[in-house]
Protein backbone atom coordinates (compact mmCIF):
# COMPACT_ATOMS: atom_id res chain seq x y z
CA UNK A 1 0.00 0.00 0.00
CA UNK A 2 1.52 3.26 -0.61
CA UNK A 3 1.56 6.32 1.66
CA UNK A 4 0.97 9.29 1.40
CA UNK A 5 3.49 10.60 3.46
CA UNK A 6 6.81 10.08 1.63
CA UNK A 7 9.05 10.14 4.67
CA UNK A 8 7.02 6.91 5.33
CA UNK A 9 7.39 5.10 1.77
CA UNK A 10 9.28 2.01 1.85
CA UNK A 11 12.86 1.87 0.78
CA UNK A 12 13.24 -0.56 -1.85
CA UNK A 13 16.49 -2.03 -3.37
CA UNK A 14 17.24 -4.41 -6.89
CA UNK A 15 19.04 -7.49 -6.72
CA UNK A 16 20.57 -8.59 -9.90
CA UNK A 17 21.02 -12.51 -10.08
CA UNK A 18 22.17 -14.98 -12.72
CA UNK A 19 20.54 -18.53 -12.93
CA UNK A 20 22.28 -21.61 -13.72
CA UNK A 21 20.66 -24.49 -14.72
CA UNK A 22 21.60 -28.27 -15.29
CA UNK A 23 21.62 -29.06 -19.08
CA UNK A 24 19.48 -26.68 -21.46
CA UNK A 25 16.56 -26.57 -19.19
CA UNK A 26 14.84 -23.04 -19.41
CA UNK A 27 12.98 -22.25 -16.49
CA UNK A 28 10.22 -20.72 -16.37
CA UNK A 29 9.39 -16.71 -14.52
CA UNK A 30 6.32 -18.25 -12.35
CA UNK A 31 8.23 -21.36 -11.50
CA UNK A 32 11.04 -19.53 -10.19
CA UNK A 33 8.72 -16.81 -8.11
CA UNK A 34 6.76 -20.00 -6.57
CA UNK A 35 10.00 -21.35 -5.45
CA UNK A 36 11.49 -17.95 -4.08
CA UNK A 37 8.24 -17.93 -1.81
CA UNK A 38 8.25 -21.59 -0.93
CA UNK A 39 11.68 -21.19 0.86
CA UNK A 40 11.10 -17.38 1.95
CA UNK A 41 8.28 -19.31 3.91
CA UNK A 42 9.87 -21.90 5.45
CA UNK A 43 13.04 -19.90 6.47
CA UNK A 44 11.34 -16.48 7.45
CA UNK A 45 7.68 -17.73 8.04
CA UNK A 46 4.94 -15.35 7.23
CA UNK A 47 5.36 -12.20 9.07
CA UNK A 48 9.32 -12.12 7.66
CA UNK A 49 7.58 -12.41 4.53
CA UNK A 50 5.31 -9.55 5.43
CA UNK A 51 8.58 -7.12 6.50
CA UNK A 52 10.19 -8.19 3.12
CA UNK A 53 8.13 -8.23 0.28
CA UNK A 54 9.88 -9.97 -2.32
CA UNK A 55 8.83 -8.89 -6.14
CA UNK A 56 10.22 -10.26 -9.57
CA UNK A 57 10.76 -7.88 -12.14
CA UNK A 58 12.49 -9.29 -14.69
CA UNK A 59 13.83 -12.12 -15.95
CA UNK A 60 14.36 -13.83 -18.81
CA UNK A 61 15.36 -17.42 -18.17
CA UNK A 62 18.60 -16.19 -17.24
CA UNK A 63 19.30 -13.35 -15.62
CA UNK A 64 16.82 -11.68 -13.49
CA UNK A 65 15.65 -8.51 -11.06
CA UNK A 66 13.99 -9.00 -7.85
CA UNK A 67 12.73 -5.79 -5.56
CA UNK A 68 12.98 -6.23 -1.82
CA UNK A 69 13.03 -4.03 1.57
CA UNK A 70 16.50 -2.25 1.78
CA UNK A 71 16.78 -3.76 5.30
CA UNK A 72 16.48 -7.32 4.45
CA UNK A 73 18.88 -7.66 1.79
CA UNK A 74 20.81 -10.29 3.78
CA UNK A 75 17.70 -12.48 4.11
CA UNK A 76 16.83 -12.14 0.42
CA UNK A 77 20.78 -13.31 -0.48
CA UNK A 78 19.97 -15.96 1.64
CA UNK A 79 17.05 -16.86 0.31
CA UNK A 80 18.10 -17.07 -3.77
CA UNK A 81 20.88 -18.96 -2.05
CA UNK A 82 18.90 -21.78 -0.53
CA UNK A 83 17.54 -22.50 -3.50
CA UNK A 84 18.86 -25.91 -5.13
CA UNK A 85 16.32 -27.11 -7.44
CA UNK A 86 13.00 -26.18 -9.61
CA UNK A 87 10.26 -28.66 -10.64
CA UNK A 88 12.72 -31.50 -9.57
CA UNK A 89 15.76 -29.56 -12.12
CA UNK A 90 18.92 -29.07 -9.99
CA UNK A 91 19.91 -24.98 -10.10
CA UNK A 92 21.68 -22.24 -8.81
CA UNK A 93 21.08 -18.85 -8.35
CA UNK A 94 23.86 -16.33 -7.70
CA UNK A 95 23.32 -12.43 -6.59
CA UNK A 96 25.26 -10.45 -8.87
CA UNK A 97 24.85 -6.81 -7.12
CA UNK A 98 22.10 -4.78 -5.79
CA UNK A 99 21.23 -1.31 -6.58
CA UNK A 100 18.66 1.55 -5.63
CA UNK A 101 16.88 1.81 -9.19
CA UNK A 102 15.58 -0.31 -11.52
CA UNK A 103 17.61 1.47 -14.14
CA UNK A 104 21.15 1.46 -12.42
CA UNK A 105 21.16 -2.54 -11.47
CA UNK A 106 20.11 -2.95 -15.49
CA UNK A 107 23.16 -1.06 -15.96
CA UNK A 108 25.18 -2.16 -14.52
CA UNK A 109 24.89 -6.01 -13.76
CA UNK A 110 21.81 -7.16 -16.18
CA UNK A 111 24.06 -6.82 -20.07
CA UNK A 112 21.97 -7.29 -22.86
CA UNK A 113 21.88 -10.96 -23.40
CA UNK A 114 23.95 -12.08 -26.21
CA UNK A 115 22.41 -15.67 -27.31
CA UNK A 116 25.52 -18.30 -26.07
CA UNK A 117 23.03 -20.55 -25.32
CA UNK A 118 23.80 -23.71 -25.40
CA UNK A 119 24.72 -26.35 -28.14
CA UNK A 120 23.56 -29.67 -28.13
CA UNK A 121 25.20 -31.79 -30.72
CA UNK A 122 24.83 -35.11 -29.39
CA UNK A 123 28.47 -36.02 -29.84
CA UNK A 124 29.87 -38.92 -27.42
CA UNK A 125 33.02 -39.00 -25.68
CA UNK A 126 34.53 -42.49 -25.03
CA UNK A 127 37.26 -42.15 -22.14
CA UNK A 128 38.70 -44.82 -19.71
CA UNK A 129 37.09 -42.90 -16.80
CA UNK A 130 33.58 -41.82 -18.47
CA UNK A 131 31.50 -42.20 -21.74
CA UNK A 132 28.20 -40.16 -22.82
CA UNK A 133 26.43 -37.93 -24.81
CA UNK A 134 27.34 -34.55 -24.87
CA UNK A 135 23.95 -31.90 -23.75
CA UNK A 136 25.09 -28.87 -23.77
CA UNK A 137 28.78 -26.88 -24.43
CA UNK A 138 28.90 -23.56 -23.68
CA UNK A 139 32.02 -22.00 -23.75
CA UNK A 140 34.53 -23.96 -22.04
CA UNK A 141 31.50 -26.15 -19.44
CA UNK A 142 30.86 -28.89 -20.72
CA UNK A 143 27.53 -30.91 -19.09
CA UNK A 144 28.08 -35.01 -19.89
CA UNK A 145 24.89 -37.50 -19.59
CA UNK A 146 27.10 -40.18 -18.47
CA UNK A 147 26.42 -43.85 -19.51
CA UNK A 148 26.55 -45.09 -15.90
CA UNK A 149 23.71 -43.10 -14.17
CA UNK A 150 25.53 -44.20 -10.96
CA UNK A 151 29.17 -41.05 -11.79
CA UNK A 152 26.57 -38.52 -10.58
CA UNK A 153 24.99 -40.01 -7.63
CA UNK A 154 25.11 -38.75 -4.10
CA UNK A 155 24.67 -34.95 -5.41
CA UNK A 156 21.06 -35.29 -7.28
CA UNK A 157 22.47 -33.99 -10.51
CA UNK A 158 21.84 -36.02 -13.99
CA UNK A 159 24.70 -34.28 -15.44
CA UNK A 160 28.37 -34.41 -15.02
CA UNK A 161 30.01 -31.21 -15.20
CA UNK A 162 33.48 -31.14 -17.20
CA UNK A 163 35.08 -28.45 -19.09
CA UNK A 164 36.66 -29.13 -22.74
CA UNK A 165 40.11 -28.79 -21.10
CA UNK A 166 39.02 -32.42 -19.28
CA UNK A 167 38.08 -33.61 -22.74
CA UNK A 168 41.01 -32.60 -24.54
CA UNK A 169 43.17 -35.54 -23.25
CA UNK A 170 46.22 -33.23 -22.48
CA UNK A 171 46.48 -31.12 -25.86
CA UNK A 172 48.51 -28.13 -25.11
CA UNK A 173 46.33 -25.90 -27.06
CA UNK A 174 42.88 -26.68 -26.21
CA UNK A 175 40.90 -23.79 -26.32
CA UNK A 176 37.49 -25.15 -25.28
CA UNK A 177 36.29 -24.98 -29.57
CA UNK A 178 35.57 -28.29 -31.23
CA UNK A 179 39.44 -28.28 -31.51
CA UNK A 180 39.62 -29.15 -27.48
CA UNK A 181 36.74 -31.45 -27.55
CA UNK B 1 39.44 -11.19 -0.96
CA UNK B 2 40.71 -14.84 -0.62
CA UNK B 3 38.10 -16.71 0.00
CA UNK B 4 38.17 -20.42 -0.17
CA UNK B 5 35.91 -23.19 -0.74
CA UNK B 6 36.53 -27.15 0.38
CA UNK B 7 34.58 -29.86 -2.19
CA UNK B 8 34.44 -32.56 -3.62
CA UNK B 9 35.51 -32.98 -7.42
CA UNK B 10 35.14 -35.98 -9.86
CA UNK B 11 34.67 -39.22 -9.36
CA UNK B 12 33.25 -38.46 -5.66
CA UNK B 13 31.47 -35.30 -7.13
CA UNK B 14 29.34 -34.86 -10.55
CA UNK B 15 32.02 -32.08 -11.92
CA UNK B 16 35.38 -31.90 -12.61
CA UNK B 17 37.69 -30.00 -10.32
CA UNK B 18 38.30 -27.81 -13.42
CA UNK B 19 34.83 -27.24 -13.83
CA UNK B 20 34.64 -26.12 -10.13
CA UNK B 21 37.99 -23.95 -10.59
CA UNK B 22 35.92 -22.36 -12.88
CA UNK B 23 32.52 -21.89 -11.11
CA UNK B 24 34.45 -21.02 -8.33
CA UNK B 25 36.73 -18.42 -9.86
CA UNK B 26 33.11 -16.47 -11.51
CA UNK B 27 32.23 -16.45 -7.59
CA UNK B 28 34.58 -14.46 -6.55
CA UNK B 29 37.11 -17.47 -4.55
CA UNK B 30 40.53 -16.85 -4.75
CA UNK B 31 40.82 -21.06 -4.40
CA UNK B 32 39.31 -24.14 -4.08
CA UNK B 33 40.44 -27.18 -1.97
CA UNK B 34 39.38 -30.43 -3.37
CA UNK B 35 38.99 -32.94 -0.13
CA UNK B 36 37.94 -36.44 -1.74
CA UNK B 37 38.74 -39.56 0.02
CA UNK B 38 40.58 -41.10 -2.69
CA UNK B 39 42.90 -37.99 -3.91
CA UNK B 40 45.12 -39.80 -6.43
CA UNK B 41 42.07 -41.11 -8.51
CA UNK B 42 41.01 -37.10 -8.62
CA UNK B 43 39.86 -36.44 -12.69
CA UNK B 44 42.25 -35.20 -14.78
CA UNK B 45 43.74 -33.01 -12.25
CA UNK B 46 46.62 -31.20 -14.38
CA UNK B 47 42.91 -29.61 -16.40
CA UNK B 48 43.00 -27.01 -13.54
CA UNK B 49 46.50 -25.95 -14.18
CA UNK B 50 44.90 -24.05 -17.69
CA UNK B 51 41.86 -21.95 -15.65
CA UNK B 52 44.25 -19.40 -14.56
CA UNK B 53 43.35 -17.17 -11.92
CA UNK B 54 42.29 -19.29 -9.22
CA UNK B 55 44.31 -21.32 -7.22
CA UNK B 56 43.18 -25.54 -7.03
CA UNK B 57 44.76 -26.92 -3.69
CA UNK B 58 44.73 -31.04 -3.33
CA UNK B 59 43.99 -31.60 0.04
CA UNK B 60 41.85 -34.78 1.51
CA UNK B 61 39.39 -36.13 3.08
CA UNK B 62 40.66 -39.00 5.99
CA UNK B 63 38.01 -41.98 6.47
CA UNK B 64 38.65 -44.48 8.62
CA UNK B 65 36.25 -47.19 10.68
CA UNK B 66 37.93 -46.28 14.40
CA UNK B 67 39.75 -44.13 16.13
CA UNK B 68 42.97 -45.74 15.63
CA UNK B 69 43.00 -46.26 12.07
CA UNK B 70 42.24 -42.59 12.39
CA UNK B 71 45.02 -41.82 13.67
CA UNK B 72 47.78 -44.07 11.66
CA UNK B 73 46.08 -42.72 8.17
CA UNK B 74 46.24 -39.16 9.17
CA UNK B 75 50.28 -39.37 10.40
CA UNK B 76 50.45 -41.46 6.73
CA UNK B 77 48.56 -38.56 4.53
CA UNK B 78 50.04 -35.49 6.24
CA UNK B 79 52.99 -35.10 4.55
CA UNK B 80 51.64 -35.44 1.30
CA UNK B 81 49.06 -32.92 1.28
CA UNK B 82 48.23 -29.46 2.78
CA UNK B 83 44.96 -29.90 3.80
CA UNK B 84 43.34 -32.69 6.25
CA UNK B 85 39.70 -32.64 6.61
CA UNK B 86 37.93 -35.29 9.55
CA UNK B 87 34.20 -35.86 8.98
CA UNK B 88 33.25 -37.55 12.02
CA UNK B 89 30.09 -39.26 12.43
CA UNK B 90 30.28 -40.12 16.44
CA UNK B 91 31.81 -39.45 19.17
CA UNK B 92 35.01 -41.53 19.52
CA UNK B 93 35.80 -40.56 16.03
CA UNK B 94 35.42 -36.35 16.88
CA UNK B 95 37.71 -36.94 20.05
CA UNK B 96 40.34 -38.86 18.02
CA UNK B 97 39.96 -35.68 15.40
CA UNK B 98 40.33 -33.44 17.65
CA UNK B 99 43.66 -34.79 20.09
CA UNK B 100 45.52 -34.97 16.81
CA UNK B 101 47.12 -31.63 16.49
CA UNK B 102 48.12 -32.79 12.29
CA UNK B 103 44.01 -32.46 11.89
CA UNK B 104 43.03 -28.81 9.70
CA UNK B 105 39.31 -29.43 9.66
CA UNK B 106 36.77 -31.06 11.75
CA UNK B 107 33.41 -31.23 10.16
CA UNK B 108 31.33 -31.68 13.00
CA UNK B 109 27.52 -33.53 12.31
CA UNK B 110 25.03 -30.73 13.63
CA UNK B 111 22.87 -33.14 15.24
CA UNK B 112 20.72 -32.07 17.85
CA UNK B 113 21.14 -35.13 19.88
CA UNK B 114 25.04 -35.20 19.38
CA UNK B 115 26.23 -31.15 20.39
CA UNK B 116 29.61 -30.23 20.51
CA UNK B 117 31.15 -31.85 24.28
CA UNK B 118 33.03 -29.38 26.12
CA UNK B 119 35.77 -31.84 25.78
CA UNK B 120 36.22 -31.87 22.36
CA UNK B 121 36.06 -28.01 22.08
CA UNK B 122 38.65 -27.93 24.50
CA UNK B 123 41.11 -30.27 22.97
CA UNK B 124 40.18 -28.54 19.62
CA UNK B 125 41.19 -25.56 20.87
CA UNK B 126 44.45 -27.06 22.63
CA UNK B 127 45.27 -28.39 19.21
CA UNK B 128 44.14 -25.67 17.00
CA UNK B 129 41.70 -28.10 14.91
CA UNK B 130 39.38 -25.83 13.05
CA UNK B 131 35.77 -26.51 13.56
CA UNK B 132 33.25 -26.90 10.10
CA UNK B 133 30.27 -25.63 9.75
CA UNK B 134 28.23 -27.62 6.54
CA UNK B 135 25.98 -25.43 5.60
CA UNK B 136 24.57 -27.77 2.48
CA UNK B 137 21.54 -28.58 4.98
CA UNK B 138 20.31 -25.24 4.66
CA UNK B 139 19.71 -26.48 1.18
CA UNK B 140 18.59 -30.13 1.09
CA UNK B 141 16.88 -29.92 4.08
CA UNK B 142 13.05 -28.70 4.48
CA UNK B 143 10.81 -28.01 7.42
CA UNK B 144 11.41 -29.48 11.10
CA UNK B 145 14.80 -31.29 10.05
CA UNK B 146 16.29 -27.71 8.63
CA UNK B 147 15.24 -26.15 11.80
CA UNK B 148 16.12 -28.57 14.18
CA UNK B 149 19.63 -28.52 11.92
CA UNK B 150 19.76 -24.41 12.47
CA UNK B 151 19.11 -25.03 16.20
CA UNK B 152 21.70 -27.39 16.97
CA UNK B 153 24.36 -25.17 14.61
CA UNK B 154 23.35 -22.03 16.99
CA UNK B 155 24.12 -24.31 19.89
CA UNK B 156 27.47 -25.63 18.51
CA UNK B 157 28.37 -21.89 18.09
CA UNK B 158 27.59 -20.76 21.52
CA UNK B 159 30.13 -23.56 22.75
CA UNK B 160 32.98 -22.48 19.81
CA UNK B 161 32.29 -19.07 20.92
CA UNK B 162 33.42 -19.59 24.39
CA UNK B 163 36.08 -21.80 23.99
CA UNK B 164 37.42 -19.35 20.93
CA UNK B 165 37.90 -22.32 18.52
CA UNK B 166 38.97 -21.88 14.86
CA UNK B 167 35.40 -21.57 12.76
CA UNK B 168 35.42 -23.18 9.09
CA UNK B 169 31.91 -22.62 6.79
CA UNK B 170 31.75 -24.61 3.49
CA UNK B 171 28.82 -25.47 1.76
CA UNK B 172 30.56 -29.31 0.66
CA UNK B 173 30.15 -28.89 -2.97
CA UNK B 174 29.90 -32.12 -4.86
CA UNK B 175 28.53 -30.15 -8.37
CA UNK B 176 29.36 -27.22 -9.45
CA UNK B 177 25.48 -26.15 -8.62
CA UNK B 178 26.20 -26.32 -5.41
CA UNK B 179 28.56 -23.74 -5.01
CA UNK B 180 27.85 -20.05 -3.83
CA UNK B 181 29.37 -16.71 -3.46
CA UNK B 182 31.46 -15.79 -0.48
CA UNK B 183 28.17 -12.88 0.29
CA UNK B 184 26.00 -15.77 -0.56
CA UNK B 185 27.42 -18.04 1.89
CA UNK B 186 27.71 -15.33 4.07
CA UNK B 187 24.35 -14.59 4.65
CA UNK B 188 23.43 -18.59 4.95
CA UNK B 189 26.01 -18.53 7.81
CA UNK B 190 23.78 -15.82 9.58
CA UNK B 191 21.10 -17.85 9.36
CA UNK B 192 23.17 -20.45 10.83
CA UNK B 193 23.72 -17.89 13.79
CA UNK B 194 27.11 -16.43 12.56
CA UNK B 195 27.66 -12.57 12.59
CA UNK B 196 28.85 -11.25 9.56
CA UNK B 197 32.94 -10.86 10.34
CA UNK B 198 32.78 -14.42 11.58
CA UNK B 199 31.00 -15.47 8.71
CA UNK B 200 33.85 -13.71 6.63
CA UNK B 201 36.95 -14.61 8.79
CA UNK B 202 35.40 -18.77 8.48
CA UNK B 203 35.72 -18.10 5.04
CA UNK B 204 39.35 -16.81 4.82
CA UNK B 205 40.29 -19.79 7.11
CA UNK B 206 41.22 -22.40 4.66
CA UNK B 207 43.53 -20.17 3.01
CA UNK B 208 45.53 -19.37 5.95
CA UNK B 209 45.50 -23.04 7.24
CA UNK B 210 47.18 -24.37 3.58
CA UNK B 211 49.32 -21.37 3.71
CA UNK B 212 50.91 -22.60 7.52
CA UNK B 213 50.98 -26.22 6.75
CA UNK B 214 53.26 -25.13 3.21
CA UNK B 215 55.69 -23.46 5.66
CA UNK B 216 58.64 -25.92 6.49
CA UNK B 217 58.32 -26.49 10.37
CA UNK B 218 60.64 -28.26 12.47
CA UNK B 219 58.80 -28.68 15.71
CA UNK B 220 55.73 -26.63 17.19
CA UNK B 221 56.67 -22.72 17.02
CA UNK B 222 59.70 -23.76 15.12
CA UNK B 223 60.26 -22.75 11.23
CA UNK B 224 63.19 -23.43 9.20
CA UNK B 225 63.76 -20.83 6.91
Known sequence: ?181 | MSFYECLKAFPEGAASASRMALAAKRLGYQGIITCNQEPHKLFRPDACEKIGGIEVILGTEVVASNPKVLRSRISALRPRYPFLMVRAGNEEMIRAACEDPNVDLLLHPCDIHRPLGIATARAARQNQVAIGFDLSPVLYLYGQKRSRWLEASRRNLLLARKFELLLIITMCASSHLDLRGPRDIMALAELAGFEPEEAKEALRRPGALVEQNRRNWLGPGVELL
Not at chain 1, 17 to 42: C, H, N, V, W, Y
Open chain 1, 1 to 181: MRSRLPVLRTRRRYMAFELEAEGARTIQPKDLMDEIFAIQFSLFGESGAAANRIKLITFNGRRGLLRCHHQHLSDTRAVLAAICSIREWRVALHTKGVSGTIKAATEKYLPPLHEISGESDGRRIELVEISGCIIRTQGLEVDLCPDDRSKTKGSDTRYLGLTSFDLSGGHEHADGTADGL
